[in-house]
Structure formats: C-alpha cells, structure tokens
C-alpha cells in the first residue's frame, strides 16, 4: 500500500468518525426534542393555562425562568406544552405526506400508463400554486385548528414525494435483478416490497427527516396567521402571534416561542443533513 494511498484511508476514517459523532449528538438533540415533547405535562414547571393577572408579563428571571404573558401564564410552561402541538404536528404531517407520496410514486412508477398519467398531472396541478398560499386557502375554507392546518399543507406537500419515489422506482425497474426477479416469477407485491421499497427507502428517510423542521415552520406560521392552533392552546406559532404587539415592552414574549422554533428546527436540519451523509451511498462506499 503506498503512503498516498494511506492518506487516504486515515482521511476517510476521519470523516466517518466525525459523521458519527455528528448523528449521536444531533440524533440524541432530536430525540430529546420529541421526549419532551411526549413528556411535557409532567415536565411543565406550572399549569401552561392557568391565568394569574397579579404577575402578568413579569420579566424572565426568578420563579418564571422565561417570564409571564399578558396573562401571567409561566412561558416557561408554554413553551414546553407548546412542543406538543407543534412538534407532534409536524410528524404526523411528515408520516402522511410520506405515506400518501411514497405509494402514488410506487404505483405510477411501477406500473406506468394512464393511471401514471393521471396521477402526474394531478401532481403538477398541486405543484403549480404557490405552496403556503394555497395551503392558507384551504385552511381558511376549513375554518382554521391544527388538524385542519396538517390537512391543508399535506394537500401541497404530497406531490414531491410521489416525485421522488417515482422517480427512483423507474430507475430500479430497468436494472437486470429487477427483470430477473420477474422471470423467477416474483409477483407484484414481491418485488415491490422486496426489491424497490429497501432500495428508495434511504432516499424517501433522508427527504422526511429534512421536512420535518420545513413542516414546524410552515405549522407555526398558520397558527401565526391564525389558521392553526386556537388560543388558548398552547403552540409556538400561536403564542408568538398573541405577543407580536408586546414585542418592544415585553419582548419575552415573542422571543421565547420564536427562539424554541429557531432552535427545534436547526436541530432536525442537522439531524436530516447527517442521516443523508450516513445513507448516501458514495459515503457507504468510502
């Protein structure tokens, strides 16, 4: 072995130690993030709901690690509570829009014709409307809530993923092992579980693990129009929209919610960014 090539091996150790190091941290973050998340009724250091008007917007300190709002609810115990609704919201809508995009991509990739047709158009019409906008008009016709809101931005979000899977499943359907499988007389549903879902399944991970922290932004900003959760619940983009007019003389306020999102989604980015270096296959091959 020649010292160039060495090199070479102790660099690429380098940078498969440092990935890993990378997914503990980040994956450990993201998994708190959900814990708390799970847990927040028991971690809320006072009830998220209950008014108290006698220690209203108190500044961030003391007894109230993050402060009170206007109705000297803790901020701290909204935040927290807040995490709930947010976070949960999000994967719910990233398993749907998984679920729904990954199967029309799998049919229409696996068996083409005019139902592949159909289905496509139908996607390029979802595509073709500005993505928050005509999520903002179908909660508005829904009249608002968080479900609604998870409905709304899954009607636009579904269509990348039918994209993706397709895609990927027409790639697969023209390599040799794929033609064997059908002469051995693999049936239909064999060679889709057995053959193309493990081989696009990395693909379809890595793009959900990255909308998870796009689907909390778009979530909160519904709630922030509005359009998602309803006061007096507890959710980051509702909370930051009831304190958007106390932003000069309580600034607490906004900020709390604002830097928790700040926060949850660069964690699931890097999170998301860390799992496509793990799956990628050129970094596998190294």
Known sequence: MTEKQKITIRKQKVVKDHTKRKMIIFGALAVGVVL???FAPYLVPYDPYEQDLGSALLPP???HLLGTDR????MLSRVIMGSRSTVFSALLLVLVITGIGSTVGIICGFHGGKLDSFLMRLSDVFLAFPGMVFAIAVASVMR????NAVVALACISWPKYARIARSQVLTIKSTPYMAAA????SGTLQMIFKHIVPNIAGTVVVTAVLDIGTMIMEIAGLSFLGLGATPPTAEWGSMMSNGRSMLQTSPW???????TIFLTVMIFNLAGDTVRDI????QRGR
């Open 36 to 38: 708390t998340a799970v």
């Open 61 to 63: 300190g003391g007894a």
């Open 71 to 74: 109705y000297g609810r803790d």
């Open 144 to 147: 608002g809530g968080i479900m």
């Open 182 to 185: 059908k002469l051995s007389g």
């Open 253 to 259: 306020v906004i900020l709390a919610p604002g830097t």
């Open 279 to 282: 799956l990628d296959p050129r």
